[in-house]
């Protein structure tokens, strides 16, 4: 089964950037980053194909955040540029079952917080 192990999370000010990583063992058509926000529903954030490497990203982070990928780690990345505070949330790493991207996560991480404050 495949197994997801998030890291990278904590506290940025507005307009800064994070990067989360998600250590993946075993196998998955792809990987995906999903947030939640209190009192809101999850929500797919970015996800990228194991095998040609496509991906996803939801309109609201599109020329802000850049997902990628190193095979030889088993590691997939999500780099979040020009943070706002309504992005604070719990940012999950998941095995997504697709396709399409970002729509059938099966398996998930345990989630590590952003928060965007000053």
């Known amino acids: 089964q495949t197994q997801l192990v998030e890291s990278g999370g904590g506290l940025v000010q507005p307009g800064g950037s994070l990067r989360l990583s998600c250590a993946v063992s075993?196998?998955?058509?792809?990987i995906g980053w999903f947030r939640q926000a209190p009192g809101k529903e999850r929500e797919g954030v970015s996800c990228i194909s194991a095998s040609d490497g496509s991906t996803y990203y939801a309109d609201s982070v599109k020329g802000r955040f850049t997902i990628s990928r190193d095979n030889a780690k088993n590691t997939v990345y999500l780099q979040m540029n020009s943070l706002k505070p309504e992005e604070t949330a719990v940012y999950y790493c998941?095995?997504?079952?697709?396709?399409?991207?970002?729509?059938?996560?099966?398996?998930w991480g345990q989630g590590t917080q952003v928060t965007v404050s000053y």
């Open positions: 998941a095995a997504d079952g697709g396709p399409p991207l970002c729509v059938a996560p099966e398996r």
């Open positions: 075993g196998l998955t058509y792809a």
